[in-house]
């Protein structure tokens, strides 16, 4: 079982940036792959980032790719979401998710979720 917290949201203005993190309880962390979604209000949750259990390797939705970066610190247990030029499409709910069956893209691939983080980007 692993308890998902995020936090570091808010209200930026376009251009801005943000770094949202999620702490993770439990001493399983370093096994589990982590995503990032988001959800506008209306709109199907949607991936944003995911990175691998050990931290090598990381992907991102097109959508975000060269302006967000995931990173995660095991002995920290928490994963981070860099954001830089937002835009005001980026507002939504970020959720961060924990796999155990190695991410991905798909929200059925992750078995743990958070609660969430409201990110609003002004124009």
């Known amino acids: 079982q692993v308890q998902l917290v995020e936090s570091g949201g808010g209200l930026v203005q376009t251009g801005g940036s943000l770094r949202l993190s999620c702490a993770a309880s439990?001493?399983?962390?370093?096994?589990?792959?982590m995503g990032w979604f988001r959800q506008a209000p209306g709109k199907a949750r949607e991936f944003v980032a995911w990175i691998t259990w050990s931290g090598d390797s990381t992907y991102y939705a097109d959508s975000v790719k060269g302006r967000f970066t995931i990173s995660r610190d095991n002995a920290k247990n928490t994963v981070y979401l860099q954001m830089n030029s937002l835009k005001p499409e980026d507002t939504a709910v970020y959720y961060c998710a924990a796999s155990h069956t190695g991410g991905g893209w798909g929200v059925p691939n992750y078995d743990f979720w958070g609660q969430g983080t409201q990110v609003t980007v002004s124009s």
């Open positions: 439990g001493r399983t962390f370093s096994t589990y792959a």
